[in-house]
Nanobody, 117 residues
């Protein structure tokens, strides 16, 4: 099992910045990739950004150039630096970890990000 605990959400004005953190514990040695997804009210959960153990990253087109995903393997933590935030970025953001050996996906509890003036 892998446990994921997110932090860093909150209320920010348009154009502002936030940094989300997600700390992993448990079977962390089996994690192949970690990432962030988000779900806005009335919408499906969507990919925001992912980062593999080898350092490859992937971003949704809507956040390219504004968001940056990074991993601190020593701390078993993944971060999402969000800059130039827009109201349409408002959503619950979920941390995600993929265990390739067990073909399992793990989710955090989610953290609310609200972009509003």
């Amino acid at each position: 099992q892998v446990q994921l605990v997110e932090s860093g959400g909150g209320l920010v004005q348009p154009g502002g910045s936030l940094r989300l953190s997600c700390a992993a514990s448990g079977r962390i040695f089996s994690i192949n990739a970690m990432g962030w997804y988000r779900q806005a009210p009335g919408k499906q959960r969507e990919l925001v950004a992912t980062a593999t153990n080898s350092g490859s990253t992937n971003y949704a087109d809507s956040v390219k150039g504004r968001f940056t995903i990074s991993r601190d393997n020593a701390k078993n933590t993944v971060y999402l630096q969000m800059n130039s935030l827009k109201p349409e970025d408002t959503a619950v953001y979920y941390c995600n970890a993929y265990d390739g050996a067990a073909y399992r996906t793990y989710w955090g509890q989610g953290t609310q990000v609200t972009v509003s003036s």
